[in-house]
């Protein structure tokens, strides 16, 4: 028997677009709103013709019957739901206008009595739509973003900025409703691509960059900021982002759109984006204990807990059990046998920790009585939990969650069956079962969860994924895994898309006292990968780069240092393209 492991985690600020009765008000439209439309005709006039003879009437007392009211003819409107969108508006907008019932005209302007277009932002607004579309680059793009004047100056012909000279690809309608916005581009700034062509035109000619729609932003995208705003990213502002278009909805002739009509649409809710931060090894012991037992149990996450903390789930691959009997810590440790005074749970809680990978090759370090008590502590926190447990059977189940109305599944294992412990009856890390895991995938992504597969697998001192290890990831992922992660790399390693999927194939270190003193310092190197999921569908993944510090705390990398990381591991992935400014 399987118990399943369900969590809903909601977000802030959520709300509801409304578009409630809108089919019924388009109904009403064409039968009984006259005053969208224009004033009905005035009725006809008769001429009766003067009659030759005079007939007087004698005067009789009035007589006043009461009769029914008459009923006044409905007016007939022709083309009453017809639409015309000007060349301008994007695709998605025009496929729900037809979806509310409208017919969407693109020539014969003249016909429709409503039309839609690029217009200026009204405030509360109900004939207004919002429409926020993404600077993009092919994922393997190290520059992270540019500043807006940089973007209008490329746009207007001017050499400024690290894309000078590098057309920005778009489809039609985006060229025509930044044309409205910005006047008409340089000639050789834009180059116009169909939307199905774009992604394959910008890999095909690196380095390149492009403006999409939101609704179009796919894994193989790099999200570029402009002015430090991504509309990918939980803080974004779409105020004083400058690519957030309205586009209003108008009669043509004077009229008055009835107040039940509520046209302000969006293709970008915030209630409906969820963000998943997977990280490397956790082992809070040797010089990383010792240094928080020195500066401060949180000291280690005082650079990234932002980071952490803003995340909807933040997870935490924690190697080490947590035990009250644990030695004070020693720097200097030869064995390779661990544990964490439970005082060190405080570090997890401090950067928002939601779930605890338990897939560990050092879970089962103290024996069962230190498993019982990590798994009560979790338990006591309320901290959910995969990939080990009370037994086989708790370990090996899928870890449910809704976030923000995405149907997320963590599931996980220990490719060493050496240290996979779990039995029926002893607690432990678990063993990969393929069958199972792929079972269980296939199962859920039917169901319309976006699976996340994790592994605790063999360790490698390079970058570069080994043929086994590139097998099981990829099983994972042709059985339905959205994502596929190495939680086992203390050497950060390569990536790919594969299937549908992205595998990264080892993440490195996040809280671990890994310092080289020579040589190329490759365990310093920390990946951070926050993936972000929108309605149901992965938008894809940021590489958060981080350098780890002090034998305990991670900091962001120096851009000179991110710039050599990314352009060691992108090689290593087979994607070593010519990048900006080279």
């Not at 109305?405 to 029926?424: P, R, V, W």
């Amino acid at each position: 028997m399987s118990f399943l492991f369900s969590r809903r985690v909601n977000g802030n600020g959520r709300h509801a677009t409304r578009i409630g009765f809108l089919f019924i008000s388009i109904l009403s439209l064409v039968a009984c709103q006259p005053s969208l439309w224009g004033a009905p005709p005035p009725p006809p006039t008769f001429s009766l013709p003067t009659p030759a003879v005079m007939i007087r009437v004698p005067t009789l007392a009035p007589t006043i019957t009461a009769m029914p009211p008459t009923a006044a003819p409905t007016p007939v409107v022709l083309n009453a739901a017809q639409v015309w969108a000007s060349p301008a508006t994007p695709v998605a907008l025009r496929e729900k206008l037809q979806h509310w019932g409208f017919q969407v005209l693109t020539t014969n302007q003249s016909s429709a009595n409503l039309y839609i277009d690029v217009a200026q932002p009204i405030t509360g607004a109900m004939d207004s739509s919002t429409w926020t579309y993404a600077l993009v680059a092919p994922f393997p793009t190290i520059i992270d973003g540019v500043s807006s004047q940089e973007l209008i100056s490329v746009w207007s012909g001017a050499s400024f900025g690290p894309f000078a000279g590098i057309p920005i690809l778009m489809e039609e309608s985006t060229l025509m409703t930044f044309t409205t916005l910005w006047g008409a581009p340089a000639a050789g700034t834009v180059q116009v691509v169909p939307a199905d062509q774009l992604l394959d035109t910008a890999w095909n000619q690196m380095p390149a960059w492009a403006i999409i729609p939101f609704e179009q932003i796919e894994p193989k995208w790099k999200v570029l900021t402009i002015d430090g705003q991504s509309p990918i990213q939980k803080s974004f502002d779409s105020i004083i982002y400058p690519l957030t278009v309205t586009y209003r909805l108008t009669c043509s002739e004077p009229c008055q759109v009835p107040d039940e009509l509520d046209f302000s649409y969006q293709n970008r809710d915030p209630a409906k984006l969820a963000t998943v931060i997977l990280t490397g090894v956790t082992a809070m012991v040797r010089a990383t204990a010792k240094t928080m037992d020195v500066k401060g149990i949180t000291y280690p996450g005082e650079a990234i807990r932002d980071l952490m903390r803003e995340a909807d789930v933040t997870h935490i691959n924690n190697e080490v059990p947590f035990y009250g009997g644990c030695p004070s810590p020693d720097p200097n440790q030869e064995k390779q046998i661990f544990c964490s005074s439970p005082r060190y749970m405080e570090l997890l809680m401090d950067i928002g920790t939601d779930v605890i990978e338990l897939s560990g090759d050092h879970f089962a370090d103290y024996d069962e009585a230190a498993m019982y008590e990590t798994l009560d502590i979790y338990k006591q926190y309320n901290m959910p939990y995969y990939g080990g447990g009370y037994n086989l059977e708790d370990g090996r189940k899928p870890l449910l969650m809704e976030v923000n109305g995405n149907k997320i599944m963590f599931i996980g294992c220990n490719y060493k069956t050496i240290y996979a412990s779990a039995t029926d009856t002893i607690p432990g890390a678990v063993p990969c079962d393929f069958d199972y895991m792929t079972g269980q995938i296939a199962y859920y992504r039917s169901q319309g969860y976006l699976p996340i597969s994790t592994f605790q697998y063999h360790e490698f001192d390079t970058a570069k994924a080994r043929p086994q290890q590139i097998i099981d990831f990829r099983r994972m992922a042709d059985a339905g895994a959205i994502i596929v992660s190495g939680s086992q790399a203390h050497v950060p390693q390569e990536m790919e898309f594969y299937n549908g999927g992205f595998i990264h194939y080892g993440l490195g270190n996040l809280f671990f006292d890994q310092i080289a003193k020579r040589g190329p310092r490759l365990t310093e190197r920390e990946f951070i990968d926050r993936h972000v999921f929108y309605d149901g569908r992965y938008l894809g993944v940021e590489l958060i780069t981080a350098w780890l510090t002090d034998y305990a705390r991670p900091r962001y990398m120096t851009e000179l240092e991110r710039t050599r990381f990314l352009t060691d591991i992108f090689k290593e992935s087979d994607w070593g393209f010519l990048q900006v400014g080279q």
